[in-house]
T-cell receptor
Framework: GDSVTQMEGPVTLSEEAFLTINCTYT??????LFWYVQYPGEGLQLLLK?????DKGSNKGFEATYRKETTSFHLEKGSVQVSDSAVYFC???????????FGKGTKLSVIP | GAVVSQHPSWVICKSGTSVKIECRSL??????MFWYRQFPKQSLMLMAT?????????EQGVEKDKFLINHASLTLSTLTVTSAHPEDSSFYIC??????????????FGPGTRLTVL
């Protein structure tokens, strides 16, 4: 079945540091790929997505590129802020499916 | 963007009682909704798929008689935790896909319901 593997946290960075959270996946066909963010005490919010190979999703300074050759969708941000502190989930849906498969989540803490 | 609400946001109940959690899509219709359970510091575990007009589809290991799901309308799904026990304490989250051309596989999540069983 489909699966998502993302780097385990927690990750602690200083403000303005560069962020990378690795995510790789296993799926048949051409899944859609997502990054969700969960701020403390809140529900999940879609951060960005990519629906086909070589697509780059971007939002709020975060980026991730759908790499089919390496089955990866790494999340990056050039300069993190304290307000980016949250748990980040990589996820996928199979072709034509609504059902999401999540990674285990990576907690990011950004310190001033 | 689309909005999904959950009610209540938190609930505390005694062991042996039942608790109902509502999930509503506020500005779109959803023939399918999903219910997840999230344990502390862990990922979301899909419990079941709620289908409007038909029975819910449960994931392996999830007790159908304990977690009753009713998709009453195109905008409402309910999850009832029956005879709750402390081990049922968790964060329950629903999601709904907004159907339509170009957005068929995008889901919107409710804010979650924190259940504590004493």
């Amino acid at each position: 079945g489909d699966s998502v593997t993302q780097m385990e946290g927690p990750v602690t960075l200083s403000e303005e540091a560069f962020l990378t959270i690795n995510c790789t996946y296993t799926a048949t066909g051409y899944p859609s790929l997502f990054w969700y963010v969960q701020y403390p005490g809140e529900g999940l919010q879609l951060l960005l997505k990519a629906t086909k190979a070589d697509d780059k999703g971007s939002n709020k300074g975060f980026e991730a590129t759908y790499r089919k050759e390496t089955t990866s969708f790494h999340l990056e941000k050039g300069s993190v802020q304290v307000s980016d502190s949250a748990v980040y989930f990589c996820a996928l849906t199979g072709a034509g499916s609504y059902q999401l498969t999540f990674g285990k989540g990576t907690k990011l803490s950004v310190i001033p | 963007g689309a909005v999904v609400s959950q009610h209540p946001s938190w609930v505390i109940c005694k062991s042996g009682t039942s608790v109902k959690i509502e999930c509503r899509s506020l500005d779109f219709q959803a023939t399918t909704m999903f219910w997840y359970r999230q344990f502390p510091k862990q990922s979301l575990m899909l419990m079941a798929t709620s289908n409007e007009g038909s029975k819910a589809t449960y994931e392996q290991g999830v007790e159908k008689d304990k977690f009753l799901i009713n998709h009453a309308s195109l905008t409402l799904s309910t999850l009832t935790v029956t005879s709750a026990h402390p081990e049922d304490s968790s964060f329950y989250i629903c999601s709904a896909p907004r159907e339509g051309k170009g957005t068929y596989n995008e889901q919107f999540f409710g804010p979650g319901t924190r259940l504590t069983v004493l």
